[in-house]
């Protein structure tokens, strides 16, 4: 292997996912990470959220404003997690106060009936256009990475019918009916693998799955609702690409996800780092995990927030300096410089 003194960003990032020994760890932010800038808003006010999803050139092009403002060691394409929903067939918007609203909510049987997996790959093409367009705007010197919402995430959106307070239809439809559960489930796996085997054929480096909503599981529900799911996609991707599960607010059982094989787990910032990693096998990499909130505050806060966190994993090969969930809207552009800045000084 190179000396890490003459890695690219891109080998970088796939050297700390496969635990190998480097002199600083690689660093990139969550998904949304240029939605502080400037340029980022100024599309804002001309297109609508699903217009800079849904068109290829727009989607590259917010991908590869914070790669061009900050230089991250990798860029995650721009896009959201409900797309496989509305590829399935059930289409969904954002409404001005209220969140996510999907055009329909999944109540019965015949609701599972009508979403249909075949064809996803077809009817998300313009994220695989996106994500050429991004490769090339990256060149060879940065990692790219897809990504995709977890079974149990998507299943919560679409069970609840968008946004909610608390999403408890999708475990109210798991104990009522589990074999009706895990139709969708099922369903929502198939499109997710081939979804995710569409972003690495287009260019991604890495893939993530989002279980963004895995801590509202209970934990003597979580494998059946959401692990075993993870785990069969990881699986079918494990071969061709580096997969990072991300299971925010599962912090109490670390072994099961270390049991679902994936090259890397997230970390959310109400956990010690370090404890996490000491309790996962050597093989297994880490990302994360600083406070979003951080990005709020000021540049020396920032800083040094990030200094203790790199500290911490001093000496652990395997350490992707990130955030512990999503970049904040409020996130100020001289604390995300002190960040990078910081990791980049590190020795």
């Not at 079974?151 to 475990?171: C, D, H, I, K, Y």
């Not at 787990?265 to 996490?276: F, S, W």
Request: proline share 7%; net charge neutral.
């Amino acid at each position: 292997m190179a000396e890490p003194s003459v890695l690219t960003a891109r080998k970088r990032f796939l050297a700390a996912c496969r635990c190998a020994p480097l002199d600083r760890p690689p660093v990139w932010l969550m998904r949304q990470a240029g939605r502080c800038l400037p340029e980022y808003r100024a599309l804002k006010e001309r297109h609508s959220f699903l217009q800079l999803v849904q068109t290829p050139a727009l989607a590259a092009e917010v991908t590869l404003q914070p790669i061009r403002q900050f230089g991250f060691d990798a860029a995650i394409i721009f896009s959201d997690i409900l797309v496989i929903a509305e590829a399935l067939g059930q289409p969904y918007r954002f409404t001005n106060g209220e969140g996510i609203k999907m055009e329909w909510t999944i109540e019965y049987g015949y609701h599972v009936d009508r979403l249909d997996p075949r064809g996803v790959p077809n009817r998300l093409a313009y994220v695989a256009e996106a994500l050429r367009l991004t490769r090339a705007g990256l060149g060879s010197d940065t990692a790219l990475l897809g990504f995709a919402g977890s079974p149990w995430t998507l299943a919560n959106f679409m069970v609840e019918g968008g946004s909610a307070p608390q999403f408890t239809r999708a475990l109210a439809l798991f104990r009522e009916n589990p074999r009706l559960y895990g139709r969708l489930a099922e369903k929502l796996t198939v499109g997710i693998v081939d979804y995710l085997k569409l972003q690495v054929a287009a260019g991604a480096d890495a893939v993530q799955l989002f279980d963004t909503l895995g801590g509202t599981a209970p934990p003597t529900d979580f494998d059946e609702v959401s692990g075993r799911w993870l785990r069969d996609i990881v699986a079918e991707l494990r071969d061709e690409a580096p997969v990072i599960v991300f299971a925010k607010g599962v912090n109490d059982r670390w072994d099961r996800l270390a049991a679902l094989g994936a090259t890397v787990l997230g970390v959310d910032c109400t956990v010690p780092l370090r404890e996490v990693a000491d309790r996962l096998p050597p093989h297994i990499a880490v990302q994360g995990n600083l406070d979003p909130v951080l990005l709020t505050t000021d540049a020396a806060t920032a800083a040094a927030a990030t200094r203790d966190v790199l500290e911490a994993m001093r000496g652990r090969p395997g350490h992707i300096c990130n955030l512990g969930h999503g970049v904040p809207p409020e996130a100020k552009l001289e604390c995300i410089e002190a960040l990078i800045r910081t990791v980049k000084e590190f020795k």
